[in-house]
């Protein structure tokens, strides 16, 4: 059974950098995408950013330039290195782990999400 925990939330200021980590258990976890999910309060969770096994990566422009997913195959873990936070950041982050290599959708599977507050 395929597992996800994410750690790494918290509060932080506007500007501020944060690292969240997604560890995976129960699968072959370097032959599998994954990706970095968000969602605020009121709104449908969207994409933040993915990475295929090969390392390939795609961002939401809204991120772009500032996030910074990456993985390491050997720990079963992937990252997502956030810098220069903004409030419109704001959200519980979920990780996601897809079935294929190159897709994290369709039906992946979800970690149990972690906050991250950015206050202004």
């Known amino acids: 059974q395929v597992q996800l925990v994410e750690s790494g939330g918290g509060l932080v200021q506007a500007g501020g950098s944060l690292r969240l980590s997604c560890a995976a258990s129960?699968?072959?976890?370097?032959?599998?995408?994954m990706g970095w999910y968000r969602q605020a309060p009121g709104k449908q969770r969207e994409l933040v950013a993915t990475?295929?096994?090969?390392?390939?990566?795609n961002y939401a422009d809204s991120v772009k330039g500032r996030f910074t997913i990456s993985r390491d195959n050997d720990k079963k873990t992937v990252y997502l290195q956030m810098n220069s936070l903004k409030p419109g950041d704001t959200a519980v982050y979920y990780c996601?782990?897809?079935?294929?290599?190159?897709?994290?959708?369709?039906?992946?599977?979800w970690g149990q999400g972690t906050q991250v507050p950015v206050s202004s």
């Open positions: 996601a782990q897809g079935r294929t290599s190159n897709y994290v959708h369709p039906n992946p599977y």
């Open positions: 129960g699968s072959i976890f370097s032959i599998n995408a």
């Open positions: 990475i295929t096994s090969g390392g390939n990566t």
